[in-house]
Each structure stands twice: as C-alpha cells, then as structure tokens.
C-alpha cells in the first residue's frame, strides 16, 4: 500500500469502478488500487448514489418499504381526482415526507456495497444504488475546495462576535483583553478573530478601532471568501434543478436567475436578477460583495412585488457558488427556491451572462461604481430593458412582461425605479451616466499618453544607437 497520499486519483477511482462492475472483492481492488481495503469501503460509502430507474419488470415501481401497509392517498400534488392508493404509485416516492427507501439488504449493508454488478438488477423491486469514479471525483474536489475556502462560522456567530468586539473596543481595550474577557462566548481562537476582524468579516467593529491598529502595518494575505452556509449545496445543485424543471414542467415560468456585476475590485457591486421568461433585468447597488448585500437586495425586490407575484417571477433563483449567494436560508424565506450551477460552468446561467454584455455597453468593464447611486442602476435598467430584441420577436422586456404577466407585474417592476423608455431614446452607451463617461475618456486618455511616452522611449533608444 502507497504511503503518504492523502486523497485517491481519478485513475485510483476508475479501479474501483471497473472492479465493482465485474464483481471483484473489496481486497482485490484495495490491492490493485494501492490503497488498504477500509480506503476502499469509506470511498464507496462516502459517494455511493441512488438512481431512479423504473427497470423491474413485475411492477416494482415503488422502492418505499411501507408500500404494501400503506393506505394514504393523493400525496402528489398533481394527483387531482386520483382514486390510487399512493402505495402502488411511484410518485409517492417523490412527494411523500415518510417515504423510506427499501434496499438491497445483500448489497447495501454487506460488500460491495452497490449494485453495479449484480445480475438480478432489472428484477429487482428495490432501490438501486450505484457508484461512479468521474461522480465520487467530482464530488471530493468540491468537498475538500469547500473545506479550504472561507471562514467556518455561521451568521449568528459573526453578528454575536461583531457586538462582544465592538463592545470592548469602543472602552479602548485590545481585541486580546476582550477575548480573556469573555472567552466563554467565544467558539474560536483568538488568532482567528483577529483574522476575521482584518478581513473586514464584522459589520460594525473595524481594525482601526484597535489601540495601535494605525502604527502597525496588516499583513498582505490572500483574500478568502466568508461563506455563511457551508453546507448551502446540499440539494441544490444544477442536476436538482433539472430534475425539478423534469418533474414540474410549469417551473421554467418561475426560473430567474441571478449574479453580481462588479466594478472595482472591493467597491460596490449590482446585485442583478434576470426573468428567463421575459428576459427582464432587474437589479440592486450593494456597497459590499457578501451574502448580507445579496439578501437585502432580494428582500428589495421582494417588497416591490406582492407576495402573489413575487413566487410567479422569482419562485426559482439560479446562481453561481460565489459566497454573496451561501446564504440560501434567508433568500428561501421570501418564498423562492435557490440552486447553484456546477463549478467553473457560468454557461449554466447563460441568459443573465448574456444580458450583462448589455449592461456592460454602458457599465464597462474596470471601471468604479462607487460614485454610482440606485437611481444611476435603475436609469441603466431601464434602458437596457427597453431595448427591442430579435430573441423576443423585436418586443422589449417591458412589453414581454406586460405581454407574460399582465400591467400589475410592469407596475411592481416600476416601483423598483424601472420606466419603459421609447425606442429612438434607448442609449447603450457611457454617455448615459456622465461619471461612467468621465472614467473612461479618463482611461482613453492615459492609454493615449501612456502610447505616446512609449514612442519616445523607443525614439530615443533609436537616436542614441544610431539606428
């Protein structure tokens, strides 16, 4: 066995796989693995999946093991009229809160654990549980990145630090004397405070609000991301919200989708939400990037929509893994649903991609928003969504809303600051905000003088060689 490897490879995984469909013992594969045989069974464990498929050819359409007990009836949403018993549905499965799964005692609790080899498979009435080496890889890598990024606290945690912190320092005593001083309230070191108070994690108590925080200069060290939930992933992944779109096929009405369009790097951000239906932009100025900023925004949309509407538009959100979104407890409270797209794959979200390069015409790229307020947002909202589109058959996202959800819906998105502006009007470029205009003749004219000290230096390079 390979000593000193923490983590097992892909090509170490795909052995595992390649032995479990062929039936090898769990020895076997440890040794041509080079890893020892309880490796083997946590990895399988660890990563083993159900799949949903309706392969048993007597009827075996229910996997719940209280099935043939059962006596409820019209669990699913959409059994209207249903005169089944939920017990002989497969559906149940899906909608039932005490749905318990039947497994193979054979091979769920004894080796090898899965039924990737088993030969009665497609007469099996149970539920079938698999293992796959590109899923269990993909799956480790975002655990241990998840486990290395961002700070491990919670919410609650950090307002409760925020005000013991606060509290002390504004008596004039050192972040030291107030961890001696109510070292009981505290889960973490004091190491770690200092860390959290230096990357500005605390909403109210600051660095320079130490006693000779100005004398000394901080450290350089990389930025980390704070995520407020780590465990935020758990059923809310982009195969998940497939599957929903599978099962409920209304629910491509509800999808918006949303991200963060950045201007200077640690100034302010628009927290943006785009309507695939309608293809309408609505978006909030956040002075920070973190999941504080991005529930205030969605509770600001939240309040300019009725409680009715607000689910209709907005019932399904899709996002990126950026840590303004790890807070999905709190999105979830106004009555949507979050999900994130894969790692590294922003196509999954393609439209609100798309839709910032309209954005972007007028908000260019590199330049500062800090000097921006929510009326400038709302001015560049409402040109970009009053522009006439060929994917909407030359109608603009106002008219598309209005024509989808009706005038109440066009007048929710008016109070956010939102107004249709005519056709020959709509201005996609700087000039609509005049600092945005200013930022970039700014950056015109130092590439301008920039290229011009470069043609003398290599004027003078020349003259002083003779060339």
Same mark, same amino acid.
């Given at each position: ?36 045989? #309880? ?25 719940? /093991?209280?099935? $043939? ?7 699913? !949403? ?14 149940? %499965? ?38 796959? /080496? ?34 002390? +320092? ?10 001696? /001083? ?50 935020? +992933? ?8 497939? @599957? ?11 999808? #918006? ?30 002075? $920070? ?5 991005? %529930? ?50 922003? @196509? ?14 007028? +908000?260019?790229?590199?330049? #500062? ?8 947002? %709302?001015?560049? +909202?409402?040109?970009? %969504? ?9 109608? #603009? !996202? ?12 066009? !007048? ?24 945005? !205009? ?30």
């Amino acid at each position: 066995m390979k000593k000193g490897r923490k983590h097992l490879s892909l090509s170490q995984r795909i052995i595992i796989e390649n032995g479990l469909r062929v039936g090898k013992k769990i020895r076997e594969i440890a040794r041509e693995a080079g890893v020892s045989r #309880s490796t083997v069974v946590r990895e399988i464990k660890a990563y083993r999946y159900d799949k949903l498929e309706w392969s048993c050819r007597f009827g075996g359409q229910n996997w719940c /093991a209280k099935r $043939h007990t059962c006596g409820v009836f019209g669990v699913c !949403a959409g059994g209207r009229g249903c005169s089944g018993k939920c017990g002989q549905c497969r559906l149940c %499965n899906r909608y039932c809160a005490e749905f318990v799964p039947e497994r193979c005692r054979e091979h769920y609790h004894a080796a090898p654990y899965v039924c990737n080899s088993c030969a009665y498979v497609d007469r099996c009435a149970r539920m079938h549980t698999y293992y796959s /080496a590109e899923r269990a890889d993909k799956l480790a890598r975002e655990a241990w990145g998840d486990a290395h990024a961002g700070a491990i606290v919670t919410r609650d945690e950090l307002r409760r630090y925020d005000a013991l912190i606060k509290g002390g +320092l504004s008596k004039g005593q050192s972040l030291y004397a107030v961890y001696l /001083a109510n070292r009981v309230l505290f889960n973490c070191d004091v190491r770690t405070l200092y860390n959290y108070l230096n990357d500005g994690r605390f909403a109210n108590a600051r660095r320079g609000d130490q006693p000779r925080a100005c004398m000394i200069r901080p450290r350089k060290k990389k930025a980390k991301e704070h995520k407020v939930d780590r465990d935020c +992933l758990k059923g809310r992944l982009f195969e998940d919200f497939v @599957g929903l779109l599978e099962s409920d096929p209304d629910a491509i009405g509800r999808v #918006s989708e949303m991200d963060t369009l950045e201007g200077r790097r640690g100034g302010k951000v628009i927290a943006t939400f785009f309507n695939v239906q309608t293809m309408m932009m609505f978006g909030v100025l956040c002075d $920070h990037k973190d999941a504080w900023s991005a %529930n205030d925004a969605v509770a600001t949309v939240h309040a300019a929509f009725l409680d009715v509407q607000f689910p209709m538009v907005f019932g399904i959100l899709l996002g990126d893994r950026g840590s303004e979104f790890s807070d999905p407890t709190a999105i979830e409270a106004f009555g949507t649903k979050v999900f994130y797209c894969d790692a590294g794959k922003p @196509g999954q979200k393609g439209c609100i991609e798309r839709n910032h390069h309209e954005m972007r015409r007028i +908000l260019v790229k590199g330049v #500062s928003f800090d000097n921006l307020t929510q009326e400038d947002v %709302n001015l560049v +909202l409402s040109h970009v %969504n009053s522009y006439h589109r060929l994917e909407l058959g030359g109608m #603009s !996202a106002f008219e598309m809303m209005r024509f989808c959800y009706g005038e109440e819906f066009v !007048a929710s998105a008016r109070e956010l600051g939102l107004v249709e502006v005519p056709a020959e009007k709509v201005n996609l470029t700087p000039a609509l905000i005049p600092d945005i !205009a200013e930022q970039v003749i700014a950056r015109a004219r130092k590439l301008v003088d920039e290229e011009e000290a470069a043609r003398r230096a290599v004027e003078e390079l020349r003259r002083k060689r003779g060339w």
